[in-house]
């Protein structure tokens, strides 16, 4: 039989393991940043972009009162509302805080839907928003472990 003792200083590894676990939370944060300012930001541009949409906009129909903005901007108010905050460690949210938002995202009895968020009605985001988020971590992944 033979056998080898290999007697290894490993402070260094032991000092790069203890700060691993507050490391992950720092770039998860950084990456549910990252995804709200992407998400709000494609709403964003929703608005002018009808690529962006997740679905057509109906058209508007005639009325006495029509001023000549574009749909769903007569001030920009609820363009520029929207917004997103973290919420825990693990969750970002994204939404607008006018009343009206739900309204045009999801349509009423008396109005068709006009969604400028990236996601269906169901609650499903779009394929495009799903591979940017995806991206978007996969990203972070990659960036943490480059630092090892």
Known sequence: M?????DLDTSRFDRMMSDFPAR???AKRRALADIGTAVASRAQLAFRTASLRPAPWAPR????????HPLLIRSGNLRQSIS???SGSDTVVVGAPMKYAAYHQLGTKKM??????PFSR???LTPAMDRKIKGILE???????GKL
């Open 61 to 68: 129909k005639a009325s006495k009162r029509d001023d000549g």
């Open 24 to 26: 992950i939370a720092a």
């Open 139 to 145: 990203r972070a992944c990659r960036e943490e472990l």
């Open 84 to 86: 997103w905050r973290l």
């Open 2 to 6: 033979i056998s080898v003792t290999i």
């Open 122 to 124: 169901s609650g499903q």
């Open 112 to 117: 068709p839907a006009r969604p400028f968020f």
